[in-house]
T-cell receptor
Framework: NAGVTQTPKFQVLKTGQSMTLQCAQD?????MYWYRQDPGMGLRLIYYSASEGTTDKGEVPNGYNVSRLNKREFSLRLESAAPSQTSVYFCASRVRDSAYNEQFFGPGTRLTVL | AQSVTQLDSHVSVSEGTPVLLRCNYSSSYSPSLFWYVQHPNKGLQLLLKYTSAATLVKGINGFEAEFKKSETSFHLTKPSAHMSDAAEYFC????????????FGKGTKLSVKP
């Protein structure tokens, strides 16, 4: 079991460029999440997918789009990157979207936008 | 509205001495609470969780936390710090109900001196 995997691990973009961050889980979880982590801010939810075929906005969705490609994969797209999107991005999954279940996190993607 | 406050942004202890990381929460519902640990340049790992069963929760690596409803606290403790405990720790509350989105504290960085 690889758990939650993310690609790439590191990325440098120029302002205005686009890119897609990939996330996959092999735990047969229904729910998947994208977060960003900034110094002193904890993690903030960007988008989530409670189940295959559904997506919803989190706390900080502006500038991002997501696709739940299938049960395993949940991608995050930056259409026109801005320096404010420099951050570490984490994908997570959970067996189902319930308060009682913990989330499992990937290793993160460190993104720098110049 | 749900929120979580980690009372210390940085805690420094000597190896072999006790660890106390403080967390207070605010929740309209009976909360689920979690502690996660993040080692440098790594993803987040679950230490322990409280979901309305026993108020004293034991986690991995000798950590434990006590849920105190009257004080709205969920402090993390360990009797004897080890060098490998140096990391950032996040207290997390779950919104509750069928939508279990997580609210993260801003984190406490634990340093362990030899």
């Amino acid at each position: 079991n690889a758990g939650v995997t993310q690609t790439p691990k590191f990325q440098v973009l120029k302002t205005g460029q686009s890119m897609t961050l990939q996330c996959a889980q092999d735990m047969n979880h229904n729910s998947m999440y994208w977060y960003r982590q900034d110094p002193g801010m904890g993690l903030r939810l960007i988008y989530y997918s409670a189940s295959e075929g559904t997506t919803d906005k989190g706390e900080v969705p502006n500038g991002y789009n997501v696709s739940r490609l299938n049960k395993r994969e949940f991608s995050l797209r930056l259409e026109s990157a801005a320096p404010s999107q420099t951050s570490v991005y984490f994908c997570a999954s959970r067996v189902r979207d319930s308060a009682y279940n913990e989330q499992f996190f990937g290793p993160g993607t460190r993104l720098t936008v110049l | 509205a749900q929120s979580v406050t980690q009372l210390d942004s940085h805690v420094s202890v000597s190896e072999g001495t006790p660890v106390l990381l403080r967390c207070n929460y605010s929740s309209s519902y009976s909360p689920s609470l979690f502690w996660y640990v993040q080692h440098p340049n790594k993803g987040l790992q679950l230490l322990l969780k409280y979901t309305s069963a026993a108020t004293l929760v034991k986690g991995i690596n000798g950590f434990e936390a006590e849920f105190k409803k009257s004080e709205t606290s969920f402090h993390l403790t360990k009797p004897s710090a080890h060098m490998s405990d140096a990391a950032e720790y996040f207290c997390v509350v779950s919104i509750g109900g069928s939508q279990g989105n997580l609210i993260f504290g801003k984190g406490t960085k634990l340093s362990v001196k030899p």
